[in-house]
């Protein structure tokens, strides 16, 4: 029985490269404006004068972290459910897959994902998403995404595993907590990482994020 | 934010929306309240030749709008497929998708409304209690279509719609624009008996000379009724408003449109975009709007209720000649007609109205996740 695969974030080491992005796009041939894999960044705090001399400004509470997020390949997932011709299905292995031939296009499981994870094709007019680089999972290789971080931020593999080596966090602000979706993800926080759902902070850059 | 994004998606849920309401609109105008001194005239019990009931010409329009409408949305909604030759796949995943759902809702409704309409056309195929039993129906299909649709949006995700405030004015939405849109054809269009889009459920016809100028079996031509109209038995000069049906939908949608402006106003991201740029100002004058809607509404019941208590003359909410309805045969119409202007324009504001909450819903709801 295949093992249940899912991602290891490592947000310490994440540096918002965004090298995993571009490997990404050049491994599917994804045009500008389709990303299956994005790069969030988040921080907050502010900048207040200082109390000795107020023509200074010292940060109080300034943080920000990044984050890289694709498909969280989940174990109920959302677009599944919603999807209502039944393209999106999930493998024994627990990689979710859209069937194009199947998709009309509807754009619901867009909106379902609390990952943002569906990208529309507008040249087909189908949803595509990460699939964890499924040919070469199968060939015992490793994602591009995961092969070309020059941090070694990102991980693949048996979920369990992964849990068992970097602990049970699958969430930190700005994603959604994982309680709907129950994703396959396992996050190192950053030294400033915020709760998912209660974070101080805001997106820096929501529309590079998605775009 | 993209206010347009999603315009295939506005026109869809606008339409069938609307289109339920006209329903549960026919509905309650069928419901006739007992008025002071009501009477059946003498001689009302004539029925056509055959023993037929006729069909009533008036609702032909209304009921015909439903089906329209109903079909319009659902041309928008392929219209809004990236794949639209997969389009009847959308029905393959009814045990866990809520849009599986709903469309096989829109398309059970259509098909009511198709066989309600046939009927409603040859009333002399169907006996009275298929009739009476289709019409339940076909409301009854029409509030699961609300109910699929707004499920639709109630999910995880989305946070911003994933309230009771969806539901609630997806409803208040049919029934404001459906209950008007019903008082405003009646208004200018008064039905020549206490009406109701059931042949079953009406009263007897109140002389013969209409009914044996209408054919039942045989198509009957969709026009505008063009005979004299004659008071209406059971409602007298002096009845009050809500005791006729226009005066009932009148109040329907008065109370809706108010219940829409306390659901608008109390949603918390209507706080926020009010207080930026053009989603602000949509945000404002939707609210506006639905405030002007409700003003016209009330005129039009004050309107109303004034000329009953006053004159005594028939007003605009049933039919009569001081009404400024459509003159007896043989005089040519020297006069605008006046009569439902204050609820055509109630419409029109309340239809502005709804739109730009609908743009508003789909706006804040399709923003980026983080």
């Known amino acids: ?211 | 934010m993209n206010l347009l994004h999603e315009w295939p998606l506005v026109i869809f849920t606008l339409a069938t929306q609307v289109a339920v309401g006209l329903v549960l609109a026919l509905l309650v105008a069928r419901i006739r309240l007992p008025a002071d001194g009501a009477a059946i005239p003498e001689g009302g019990t004539a029925m056509p030749a055959n023993g037929a009931p006729a069909a009533s010409p008036w609702s032909h329009w209304p009921l015909l709008m439903v089906g329209v409408l109903t079909a319009v949305g659902l041309a928008g909604s392929l219209l809004h497929l990236g794949a639209p030759l997969n389009a009847l796949r959308t029905l393959s995943n009814l045990g866990h998708s809520w849009l599986s759902r709903e469309i096989l809702a829109g398309l059970t409704f259509l098909g009511l409304w198709a066989l309600t309409f046939h009927f409603h056309l040859r009333p002399a195929a169907a006996p009275p209690w298929m009739r009476h039993a289709l019409a339940l129906a076909l409301a009854l299909a029409g509030l699961l279509l609300l109910w699929t649709m707004a499920r639709v949006y109630m999910m995880p995700a989305r946070p911003v719609w994933d309230t009771w405030l969806t539901p609630a004015s997806f409803l208040l939405t049919a029934l404001i624009l459906g209950a008007v849109a019903v008082a405003a054809y009646m208004e200018r269009h008064p039905a020549p008996r206490p009406e109701s889009w059931l042949p079953g459920f009406d009263s007897p016809s109140p002389a013969p000379a209409i009914t044996a100028s209408l054919n039942p079996g045989i198509d009957t031509p969709l026009s505008k009724p063009s005979l004299p109209a004659p008071a209406n038995p059971g409602y007298t000069p002096s009845s009050p408003p809500l005791a006729r049906p226009v005066g009932l939908l009148l109040a329907l949608g008065l109370a809706a449109a108010l219940a829409q402006l306390a659901v608008s106003s109390s949603h918390p991201v209507t706080e926020v975009l009010r207080t930026s740029g053009a989603g602000g100002n949509l945000a404002n004058a939707r609210i506006l709007l639905l405030l002007a809607g409700a003003f016209f509404i009330t005129a039009a019941l004050a309107k109303d209720a004034l000329v009953a208590l006053g004159t005594g003359a028939p007003s605009g909410g049933g039919a009569g000649p001081g009404s400024g309805a459509r003159p007896s045969s043989g005089e040519p119409s020297s006069t605008f007609n006046w009569s439902g202007l204050w609820t055509a324009s109630a419409l029109l504001l309340l239809l502005a109205s709804e739109t730009m909450g609908r743009i508003l819903f789909y706006a804040m709801g399709t923003a980026d996740p983080f």
């Open chain 1, 1 to 211: 029985m295949a093992p249940l695969l899912g991602f290891h974030l490592d947000a310490s080491a994440c540096i918002g490269c965004r090298t995993c992005v571009i490997a990404c796009k050049s491994k599917n041939g994804l045009p500008p404006g389709r990303h299956f894999r994005r790069v969030i960044e988040y921080g907050g705090g502010a900048w207040i004068p200082d109390p000795e001399d107020s023509t200074l400004l010292v940060p109080s509470g300034v943080f920000a972290y990044c984050l890289s997020i694709s498909c969280s390949h989940c174990e109920d997932p959302a677009c599944v459910r919603a999807c209502p011709t039944g393209a999106i299905q999930q493998r024994p292995d627990g990689i979710v897959l859209i069937d194009s031939a199947r998709c009309a296009g509807c754009r619901y499981c867009e909106w379902a994902c609390p990952y943002g994870a569906m990208a529309f094709d507008a040249s087909t007019g189908r949803m595509t998403k990460c699939d964890l680089c499924v040919g070469m999972i199968d060939q015992g290789q490793e994602p591009w995404c995961v092969t070309s971080c020059p941090t070694r931020a990102l991980e693949v593999g048996p979920i369990h595993q992964l849990r068992a080596a970097h602990g049970q966090l699958d969430a930190l602000a700005p994603l959604p907590s994982g309680e709907d979706t129950r994703p396959r993800l396992v996050i190192t926080p950053h030294p400033h990482g915020q709760p998912a759902g209660r974070g101080a902070g805001r997106s820096s850059n929501p529309e590079r994020a998605l775009r």
